[in-house]
T-cell receptor, first 114, second 115 residues
Framework: AQKVTQAQTEISVVEKEDVTLDCVYETRDTTYYLFWYKQPPSGELVFLIRRNSFDEQNEISGRYSWNFQKSTSSFNFTITASQVVDSAVYFCALSERTGNQFYFGTGTSLTVIP | NAGVTQTPKFQVLKTGQSMTLQCAQDMNHNSMYWYRQDPGMGLRLIYYSASEGTTDKGEVPNGYNVSRLNKREFSLRLESAAPSQTSVYFC??????????????FGDGTRLSIL
């Protein structure tokens, strides 16, 4: 079974619109870590955020914000006032306390249209 | 500030040829990983090494072998390349702090085409 699901394969928005990327995860561990990575067209993978399962506070970093809800096993990512430079593939990932593996979703390709 | 270095960046092989992808990290991380990325399938784990001297299979290990040469280096070998192994390969490293894995640091990837 897929441990991390990103149901949105592709999203297109017009510049300055807000956009939310969904991430749903599945784990039996009580301690786990969630991550978001960005992969711009140049191909490298860039770490954006790490959140542990005990911290349900939302986080904001500039135009980026993350909403972690254990009740729905979701860790959604919102970009406010999107810009063309936000165009990329975004991956959500899960790491459990009881292992060394990271489980990635299949990614959401975001296109921001000028 | 090299981080994770992968070589080569591009490679074209013929079916049946062998080759080794090299990966080195300079962050003193214990864990290293090899992934492949194919369109629509995200990152799939091939093998990983939780520490020097250990290796474990991931989701898609068939057709690959790995060697954790030392703490810095983790190589991936294709013994007899097949067209289905055409992909972009990423190496990553991370460490554990307390009970949890720190973020992975990725190399720039190797684009491998098998004809």
């Amino acid at each position: 079974a897929q441990k991390v699901t990103q149901a949105q394969t592709e999203i297109s928005v017009v510049e300055k619109e807000d956009v939310t990327l969904d991430c749903v995860y599945e784990t039996r561990d009580t301690t786990y870590y969630l991550f978001w990575y960005k992969q711009p067209p140049s191909g490298e993978l860039v770490f954006l955020i790490r959140r542990n399962s005990f911290d349900e506070q939302n986080e904001i970093s500039g135009r980026y914000s993350w909403n972690f809800q254990k009740s729905t096993s979701s860790f959604n990512f919102t970009i406010t006032a999107s810009q063309v430079v936000d165009s990329a593939v975004y991956f959500c990932a899960l790491s459990e306390r009881t292992g060394n593996q990271f489980y990635f979703g299949t990614g959401t390709s975001l296109t921001v249209i000028p | 500030n090299a981080g994770v270095t992968q070589t080569p960046k591009f490679q074209v092989l013929k079916t049946g040829q062998s080759m080794t992808l090299q990966c080195a990290q300079d962050m003193n991380h214990n864990s290293m990983y090899w992934y492949r990325q194919d369109p629509g399938m995200g990152l799939r784990l091939i093998y990983y090494s939780a520490s020097e001297g250990t290796t474990d299979k991931g989701e898609v290990p068939n057709g690959y072998n790995v060697s954790r040469l030392n703490k810095r280096e983790f190589s991936l070998r294709l013994e007899s390349a097949a067209p289905s192994q055409t992909s972009v390969y990423f190496c990553a490293s991370s460490d554990r702090e307390g009970a949890g894995n720190q973020p992975q640091h990725f190399g720039d990837g190797t684009r491998l085409s098998i004809l």
